[in-house]
């Protein structure tokens, strides 16, 4: 594939499928800015990946929910690349529980997270991408925004929050040649789901048509279509990454 200088910026890209939607990214050629929270480390390991194959990489700390952050996280990416054309929005996590018994600070949490931080780096991203006239934004769904699912109220709601965002930013960008899209992953082998007890995982794998959970890098080759040219004609839409498991 021909080397681009396309720059593109993963939030939580040190590990699980934002790590795999790093190396997807760095495969086609983009320079990438890897941002985590904590796992640092993890992060320069990505980043010792992406320049293994030839681009430019650098890590970036700094927690979504936080508005000083993200601004920062736009701000560095465009120092270090001078330019922002792709922004993945993969920053997630849950924090389950019956809707009876759900937190109002789980509820919150999850939504700072999975909705707000989307929202903190589009908006910190978009000016750049007005001005370049091109932009790639991808915001990681769930089957689970689209069905809800029990045990999930916070996530589900944070999923789904995030189609509409998605669809409304998609709305306004498009004149200035940037597009919005959701890629949303059914049950895919990471962090996140390694602790379903088994009794849950044989109930999940029976929901999945093609029998197995997904691999990281199954999202990461659905994120890099999105961030392709080869999808400009495409805006506002989710794609399921899931198995059939929302068909
Ligand atoms: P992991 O739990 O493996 O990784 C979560 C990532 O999010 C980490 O890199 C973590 O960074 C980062 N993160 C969490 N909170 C923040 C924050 N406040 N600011 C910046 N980064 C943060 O999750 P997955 O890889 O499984 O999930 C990635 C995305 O895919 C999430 O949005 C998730 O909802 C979605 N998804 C996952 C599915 C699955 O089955 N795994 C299914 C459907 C959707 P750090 O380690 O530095 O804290």
Redesign the pocket.
Known sequence: MERSERAALV????????RAVCLALATRGMNVAI?????ATAAQKVADECQALGVEAITIQ????DSADCEGLAVTTKDAFGRIDVLVN????VKDGLLVRLGEKDFDDVID??LK?AFLCMRAVARTMMRQRFGRIIN?G?VVGLHGNIGQANYAASKAGLIGLSKTAAKELAARGITVNVVA????G????ATLPDAVRKQVLEQIPVGRLGD?DEVARAVAFFADDASAYLTGQVLCVDGGMAI
């Not at 939030?11 to 934002?18: A, L, M």
């Not at 992953?185 to 895919?188: H, K, V």
């Open positions: 939030t939580g890209g040190g590990r699980g499928i934002g941002n985590y929270t904590t796992s700094g927690d979504v929910t993969n920053a997630g996590i997270t999975n931080g990681m769930s992953p059914g049950f895919i990471t962090d996140m789901t990281a």
